[in-house]
């Protein structure tokens, strides 16, 4: 494929050099367009924009393929812990046993929260959503301890870095169990990331915990699953606001904003409150089918659908495994994962979706396994972003050291020229 691009405008004949990244994808660098040919690019929802040059994540939409830092999605959900991931997306490398073991120890030193934060969260009505509590409380994390770092010191990067894993657990945690009515804990600083997380959100004040390994299994796939998805909405926010050189911990605050919405991390909650109104509409899944397919009507398939995968989500197809596993070991039966399967059959048959290649993504199943965990729908999306934390620690980590500008899109203008004033007596 040739390495240049030729744009002809007015006459003028312009070429710009074509990158190539590392698994072959291309890309018409555009860095001096406009001083030379004075255009800019029009691409809402920058659907056909690269932001960024990363060696994160890997997708191939077309091929259903996810891969962090090069190992496919299914070997690190099977075989990996949650801590290895993280340590993998942020530094690069699986950890040896002796960086993981020193990682979670500088992790676990660091899992404590202000007292004067659980005031914030105390100040917050039971019926506010979790997410809105859960970027306030990360915002606060602020006013506590500096996230601001020069970015040149590795250190204050990695302190940062082991302070958020540490206390973004314990505000989760504290934001579910507020929820649930139970006592604010902090967990076995003896027990593993994900088991302590377990232990966090499940313990009753009345009773010992008894750690569930089908649950800490589910919760860490999930979290694995959910890990990093390259430039998506909430991380393509935490990397601008990264770009201003706001800090870690506001930039992540921000990205927890940007999952909140139905169309991105929200969709988990959405798909249980659809699934559950179908079930209540006698299971009647060909009215949903047909509504997403009428114009007229805003209704769209929460979890079906997705800007890159134009073939199944791996991380779905685990994911439906899995809830499988959980609901079998554990003796569960939920009705809405049969309406699920039901759903997703009718759905993966209608031209509709096929021809627009809509397949169930990341969120169509998740929340089935979060709810026989005993978690509310409305903490679906804050397990998302706990999930996603080291994804965007990682993505905000390269911004900072790639020395990336200010992000600031250019527009358009197509409001009024210019015009004279007219005082307001004379209006
Ligand atoms: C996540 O980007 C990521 O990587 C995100 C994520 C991650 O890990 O960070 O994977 C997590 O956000 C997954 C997506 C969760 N959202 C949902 O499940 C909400 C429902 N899905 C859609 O709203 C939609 O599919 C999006 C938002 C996910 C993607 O939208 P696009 O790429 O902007 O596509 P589009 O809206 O332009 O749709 C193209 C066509 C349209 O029809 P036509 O105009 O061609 O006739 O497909 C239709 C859409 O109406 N369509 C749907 C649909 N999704 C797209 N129709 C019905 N139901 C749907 N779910």
């Not at 993998?88 to 960086?99: A, D, K, N, S």
């Not at 965007?392 to 203008?413: H, L």
Request: with cysteine.
């Amino acid at each position: 494929m040739s390495t240049k691009a030729t744009i002809e405008f007015e006459g003028k004949r312009i070429e710009f050099p074509v990158v190539k990244g590392s698994e072959g994808e291309h890309a018409i660098d555009v860095k001096s367009l406009r001083q030379q040919t004075g255009l800019i690019t029009f691409d809402p929802g920058y659907k056909n924009t690269g932001s960024c040059q990363s060696g994160i994540t890997f997708l191939d939409g077309e091929e259903g393929v996810l891969r962090y830092r090069g190992y496919e999605i299914n070997d690190l959900a099977e075989k990996a812990n949650f801590l290895e991931v993280a340590y993998l997306l942020i530094f690069g490398e699986l950890p040896t046993h002796e960086q993981h073991d020193a990682f979670l120890n500088d992790i676990k030193e660091e899992s404590y929260i202000d007292e004067d934060l659980k005031k914030i969260l105390e100040s917050f009505p039971k019926s506010a959503h979790p997410m809105g509590v859960l970027s306030s409380l990360t915002s606060g994390l602020t006013a506590f301890s500096p996230s601001s770092v020069d970015v040149n010191a590795d250190d204050q990067i990695y302190n940062a870095i082991v302070r958020i894993m540490g206390k973004l657990p314990i505000l989760v945690s504290w934001v579910y169990r507020k929820r649930m009515g139970l006592p604010l804990k902090y967990g076995d600083y003896a027990l593993g990331y994900v088991e302590n997380i377990a232990r966090m959100m499940f313990r009753k004040p009345n009773k010992e915990y008894v750690a569930n390994p089908i649950i800490d299994d589910a919760l860490t796939k999930l979290l694995i699953l959910h890990a990093d998805h390259e430039q998506n909405c909430s991380t393509s926010t935490v990397r601008i606001v990264g770009s201003s050189h706001a800090g870690l911990f506001a930039s992540v605050a921000a990205g927890i904003s940007a999952l909140w919405g139905p169309l991105h991390g929200g969709a988990n909650q959405a798909v249980v409150e659809m699934l559950e109104d179908i079930k209540n509409d006698d299971g009647d899944v060909n009215k949903y089918i047909n509504k997403a397919k009428d114009k007229e009507d805003s209704f769209r398939l929460m979890g079906f659908g997705h800007r890159v995968y134009k073939n199944f989500d791996p991380r779905a197809r685990i994911i439906k495994k899995t809830a499988d596993e959980v609901l079998n070991d554990l003796g569960v039966v939920d009705p809405v994962l049969d309406i699920a399967k039901k759903l997703e059959q009718a759905a993966l048959e209608n031209p509709y979706f096929v021809d627009r290649k809509l397949y169930p993504n990341v969120d169509f199943y998740s929340g089935i396994i979060y709810r026989t965990m005993g978690i509310p729908t409305e903490m679906f999306t804050v397990m998302f972003a706990l999930g996603r934390l080291p994804g965007w620690i990682a993505q905000w980590r390269e911004m900072r050291k790639q020395k990336e500008p200010i992000g600031r899109p250019r527009q358009v203008y197509v409001g009024e020229r210019k015009r004279s004033f007219v005082p307001f007596e004379n209006r």
